[in-house]
């Protein structure tokens, strides 16, 4: 049999069927991808675990510690390659936290738990601090030819304080 020896009525019913049968079975699809992911499900919780396995491992952006880290890295870097390198990874860490900040700032709803003001007025602010006294205070010694130890060590003890203000906003507002 041929499509073409079909009256018009038995087309519109098998296109009819085909449709059905197309329609049930997205909605197959759907509600059993639904279903393997709802909460509770042992796929939602594999998501999750992945989830808090990549916050974890990744430096959070949203901090000053990649950038200190990479700026104690410099101070105590025994040739000037190492010293480059790490300031090059502290002025990416500065540039990640502040494009995170433009975000969040431009993204973050309160949803009634305080936490667009504890991140955007305390966290923020204080790291925005400490990220101006690296670049200040810290950079410009550990940047220079011959970098005096004693200068740079002095010039990262006096925004420790900034540092730590920082730190206790941001673990205030976890």
Not at 74 to 82: D, F, L, N, Y
């Amino acid at each position: 049999m041929r499509i073409a020896d079909l009256t018009f009525r038995q087309r519109f019913f098998a296109i009819g069927a085909v449709a059905l049968l197309g329609f049930a079975a997205i909605i197959w699809i759907g509600s059993k991808t639904l279903s393997d992911v709802r909460i509770g499900s042992d796929r939602y919780e594999a998501i999750v675990k992945d989830r808090d396995l990549a916050s974890d491992i990744t430096p959070a952006a949203m901090t000053v510690s990649p950038a200190m880290f990479y700026v104690m890295e410099a101070a105590t870097a025994v040739s000037p390659e190492i010293r480059s390198s790490a300031l090059a990874k502290a002025d990416a860490a500065i540039a990640a936290y502040r494009e995170r900040s433009k975000y969040w700032e431009a993204n973050l709803v309160d949803r009634g738990l305080g936490l667009r003001d504890k991140l955007l007025r305390e966290a923020k602010v204080s790291g925005d601090e400490c990220l101006e006294a690296l670049v200040r205070d810290v950079i410009p010694v550990l940047s220079a030819a011959l970098t005096d130890r004693d200068k740079a060590m002095a010039a990262i003890e006096s925004m420790i304080p900034k540092f730590r203000a920082h730190r206790a906003a941001v673990e205030e507002a976890q």
